[in-house]
């Protein structure tokens, strides 16, 4: 006879592999998210996560700051540097992917990008070739 564990163990088990695949379908979606928008797949956030956490722990072997606390310190530190990775990668990745392929929808990402930058280009042409109209208000 099959020897069967305690109900509450049952439950826990179950509630952890419902979490443990919602994780996984969480993550699958975000990915297939940023690849269908974006058409480039980018795995650097987990990186950049371990990256952070032995910034943490540098701190607190070395200063004493203590973990929560340092997270003053390593959110702003953090958030630079996938700016700056930002800025420096993805951009130049969309950018390639615009002269190489045409793509209309590359250069409607070029252009939300650079009018998130706050650099707008009324001389930018249209998906069709044609340059769109200036409105100078």
Do not use: C, W
Not at 26 to 52: C, D, E, K, N, P
Not at 94 to 119: P, W
């Amino acid at each position: 006879m099959i020897d069967l564990p305690p109900p509450q163990i049952l439950l826990q088990l179950s509630l952890n592999g419902a979490l443990g695949g919602a994780m996984y379908g969480v993550a699958a979606v975000g990915l297939s998210l940023i690849f269908g928008t974006m058409r480039l797949i980018f795995l650097a956030q987990g990186a950049m996560i371990i990256l952070a956490a032995y910034f943490v722990r540098g701190l607190f072997q070395n200063f004493g700051i203590d973990p929560f606390l340092s997270l003053v310190i390593v959110v702003p530190v953090g958030l630079a540097a996938g700016f700056d990775k930002n800025a420096e990668v993805v951009d130049a990745m969309l950018n390639q992917a615009f002269t190489e392929t045409g793509d209309e929808f590359a250069e409607v990402r070029v252009a939300q990008r650079g009018s998130a930058d706050g650099q707008h280009d009324t001389d930018a042409p249209a998906a069709d070739g044609k340059k769109l109209p200036r409105s100078d208000g």
